[in-house]
Nanobody, 119 residues
Framework: VQLQASGGGLVQVGGSLRLSCAAS????????VGWFRQAPGKEREFVAA????????HYADSVKGRFTISRDNAKNTVYLQMNSLKPEDTAVYYC?????????????WGQGTEVTVSS
């Protein structure tokens, strides 16, 4: 599965962006998907995740109430709506799809999209 992350850019504090993670295969609809981010000089960290059905979501405490993860399985796409952006949200954002099989799980990563929040 190939993942294409997009939607990053430069935004002012308090602004919004919507990131997209588009997959190359329809089996993506059966994968749980997460967004992660990595700021310069820092470790990659978890941001949000969504179950294959879209019913279950999880968020890092730092983004709760500001970010919303969703998916449209008909379009093989997962979204991350980011509102009330802060300078500390500046990072490269990556999506990850997890395929669970009887023999274990496989992780697929997108290439990343850069978000810069200016004050």
């Amino acid at each position: 599965v190939q993942l294409q992350a997009s939607g990053g850019g430069l935004v002012q504090v308090g602004g919004s962006l919507r990131l997209s993670c588009a997959a190359s295969e329809r089996t993506f609809a059966t994968y749980r998907v997460g967004w992660f981010r990595q700021a310069p000089g820092k470790e990659r960290e978890f941001v949000a995740a969504i179950s294959w059905s879209g019913v279950v979501t999880h968020y890092a405490d730092s983004v709760k109430g500001r970010f919303t993860i969703s998916r449209d399985n008909a379009k093989n796409t997962v979204y991350l709506q980011m509102n009330s952006l802060k300078p500390e949200d500046t990072a490269v954002y990556y999506c990850k799809a997890v395929c669970v099989t009887a023999r274990g799980s496989l992780d697929y990563w997108g290439q990343g999209t850069e978000v810069t929040v200016s004050s």
